[in-house]
């Protein structure tokens, strides 16, 4: 049995948390003075929260005391905890839970990395949190994505080599972090945007059972044709 370590993000991978990270820091940044696109919401997505804050307010050119920036902080988790504290697994994103399943099946390694600090909450939420061997959030690390900290971590908690390690990302800074640790990255979402991954699937409903196959015998990996779309 060929044995790979399979790293999943959480936000906009597994569920589309995302979209109340938006609606929260939309929401805050609107309370000073700031707006921006779903553009440039795309930055925010796989960087931590202080990272984001800091990009918001370079886009709006404002400065804040670090008393004000604590503040801001708090206010935006708690308005997203509010939004995940009424989820339920209705709300994982399609054939993910099927993906997680045929991966135990074939009793390969099962790892979630993500820049959240409230990753286990939501994987309770919803009834996944089983099926991970090991969790790496935010609580776990000092350098956030596209540094590789936390998908090496992950590996190391799986007992897997970087190599044998494959990524699921929907972010720019989380797939240059899953190349950067010279695992297979696998991007989740629009190839416009996610060009670095070595493969890019709109969502989980693209992957195949023989795709992941050829993941886990080694078929598949980081030397084959890079930035396409492989469909089943």
């Known amino acids: 049995m060929h044995k790979k370590g399979f790293i999943f993000d959480l936000d906009g991978v597994i569920v589309d948390t995302a979209k109340y990270h938006f609606l929260a820091w939309k929401r805050l940044a609107n309370s000073i003075g700031v707006d921006f696109s779903e553009t440039q919401n795309e930055q925010l997505k796989g960087v931590s929260r202080v990272r984001s804050l800091e ?3 370079e886009w709006g ?6 008393g004000e920036f604590m503040k801001l902080m708090g206010l935006k988790n708690n308005e997203y905890l509010s939004y995940i504290d009424q ?6 994103l399609p054939d993910v839970s099927k993906t997680l399943d045929f991966l135990i099946e074939k009793e ?12 286990t909450p939501i994987l309770k939420k919803v009834n996944l949190l ?10 776990d690390v000092s350098k956030a994505k596209p540094n590789p900290e936390v998908f090496l971590i992950g590996a190391e908690l799986l007992k897997m080599k970087p190599e044998n390690c494959i990524v699921f990302e929907d972010s720019v800074a989380g797939v240059q972090a899953a190349n ?3 695992m297979i990255s696998i ?3 629009e190839k416009e945007v996610l060009y670095e991954a070595d493969y890019i699937f709109k969502d989980f409903t693209e992957i195949s059972s023989e ?21 089943n």
């Open 55 to 57: 990009k918001i307010l």
């Open 61 to 66: 050119n404002k400065s804040l005391s670090e």
């Open 87 to 92: 989820m339920d697994d209705s709300e994982i």
């Open 108 to 119: 390969q390694a099962i790892a979630l990395g993500s820049a959240s600090k409230n990753a």
């Open 130 to 139: 089983e099926k991970f061997e090991a969790i790496v959030d935010g609580n």
């Open 180 to 182: 950067t640790a010279n």
């Open 187 to 189: 991007g989740i979402g």
């Open 211 to 231: 795709f992941l196959e050829a993941l886990i015998s080694g078929d598949i990996n980081k030397q084959q044709k890079k930035n396409v779309s492989i469909n």
